[in-house]
């Protein structure tokens, strides 16, 4: 039986890795609900499951592809 690997958490730097686009766009693109939300750890301090940001790319790949 194979046990579920954790969840990881990345910050801003490493989402943007991932994505094609600039901060501001990845702010605006929350706002609009079309990229995963960000999850609190602390008053000035968010980040991103890795699961959600690795489905958004999944999903953006299949939209290119139609």
């Given amino acids: 039986m194979q046990t579920p690997s954790p969840a990881r958490l990345l910050r801003l730097p490493s989402v943007l890795g991932r994505v094609p ?3 501001s766009e ?3 693109r929350i706002k609009a609900g079309t ?3 960000p999850v609190r750890l602390g008053l000035r301090s968010v ?3 890795e699961s959600d940001i690795e ?3 999944q999903k ?3 939209e ?3």
Avoid: G, V
């Fill in 21 to 23: 686009f600039s901060k």
């Fill in 60 to 62: 953006l790949a299949q």
């Fill in 26 to 28: 990845t702010y605006r």
């Fill in 55 to 57: 489905q958004y790319i």
């Fill in 35 to 37: 990229f995963p939300a």
């Fill in 47 to 49: 980040a991103w499951l």
């Fill in 64 to 66: 290119s592809a139609k």
